[in-house]
C-alpha cells in the first residue's frame, strides 16, 4: 500500500489535494462530500475584508443608535453576542470542524492591514485549523510602485500572525517585480505555507454590447506551467511550505507538481467541471504512478525535479530556450 500522507502548513494531510477557496467549499454539505470523496483538507470561500468591516461597522452603529454602548466601551464588548452576518461564516468553520476530520482552513481575501486582522482570532477561535490570506494589491494604481504593493503583504502578515497561533499561509498571484525574492522575504516571516498562485478572472469585451464580460472562469491545464516552473525554482530555497494552484486538473499534474517540491496542489476548477469525484480519481492515479515507479511515499519523489541544485535556475532557463530556438530556425530552413 502506497503512503500518500503530506504535511502542509504543519498539518497533517492524509493526501496532498486540498480543495481551493471556491463555490466548491461554501456549505456544510459541500464540504462533507469533497471529505468523502477524498479530499486532503479544504479552504473554505474566502470573506472579503470589506464583509468583515462592513459587519463591525453595522454593529456599532446599531449599539449606539440605541444607547446600548459608549465608543470607549467597544474593546470590551462582546461581539458575539449580536447579530453578526459575518457569524454564518464562523459558524461554517465551527459545523466543518464538528463533522469532518480533515482540516479546514479559513481564507480571508483583503487589500488593507487596517482595522479587520482582529477577526483572524475569531477564526481561530471558530476552530479552524489554519488560515489563508489572499492579497489582492491594486496592482493597477499606476501611482503605487512594487515596494508599497508588495508591503502590503508584510503589514498583513504581520498583523495577523501576531494575533494567531494557528498556521498562517498566503496565497500570491505571480504579478510581482523579483518574484523569487519576493517570496524568499514572504519565506522569512511567521507565515507557514505559500500557496502559487491566485487566479483572477479574465477580462473580455463584448463587441456588440460594448461591455466588459468575464471569460474563462474555469483554469485549463495549461495553465499549470506557470506554478511548476515556480514551485520548482523556489522549493529548497525556501523553508515554508509550498502548495500548488492553477491549472491542477489530473493526476499527472499533482505528480508534476509534488516532484517540482510542491507539499500539496489546491484543485478548484478540475473539481467544477469533473465533479467531486474526480479527486478520487486523481488519488488513484498518483497511487498507480507511486507503485508504477517504485515510490512508497510522496518524500521519496518530492521535489526530486526541483532546481535547486541549479546555481541560476534563470539561466538555465535562458539555455533550455535557446535549444528549442535553434531547433525550431534548423527546422524550418530544412
Ligand atoms: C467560481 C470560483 C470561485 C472562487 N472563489 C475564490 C475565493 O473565494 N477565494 C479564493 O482565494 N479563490 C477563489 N477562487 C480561485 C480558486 O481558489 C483557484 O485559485 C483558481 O480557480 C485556480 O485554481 P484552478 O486552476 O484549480 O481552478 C475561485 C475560483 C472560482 C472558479
Known sequence: MTNTTTSYMGLKLKNPIIVSSSGLTDTLGNIIDLEANGAGAVVVKSLFEEEILMDAEDNMNKMQATGFIYPETFEYFDYDEISDPVGDYLKLIADAKAKVKIPVIASINCVTANKWPDFAKRIQDAGADGIELNIFPLSSDPDRTAEENDQLYFDIINSVTSLVTIPVSVKISSY????????????????????????????????????????????????????????SIMSGRVSNDLC????????????????????????CSAIYRNGPSHIREMLDGLQRWMKEHGFDNIDAFRGKMSQVHSHNPTAMERVQFMQIFNKRGKGSKG
Do not use: C
Not at 505559500?194 to 478572472?201: A, G, M, P, S, T
Open 176 to 231: 510581482h517585480a523579483a518574484l523569487s525574492n519576493f517570496i524568499k522575504r514572504l519565506s522569512q516571516t511567521p507565515i507557514k505555507g505559500i500557496v502559487l498562485f491566485n487566479r483572477y478572472y479574465r477580462p473580455d469585451i463584448d463587441i456588440n454590447t460594448f461591455e466588459y464580460t468575464t471569460t474563462n472562469v474555469l483554469s485549463t491545464p495549461a495553465e499549470m506551467a506557470l506554478p511548476l516552473r515556480w514551485i
Open 244 to 267: 500548488a494552484s492553477t491549472g491542477v486538473h489530473n493526476s499527472e499534474g499533482l505528480v508534476k507538481q509534488l516532484l517540482a517540491g510542491a507539499k500539496a496542489v489546491q484543485v
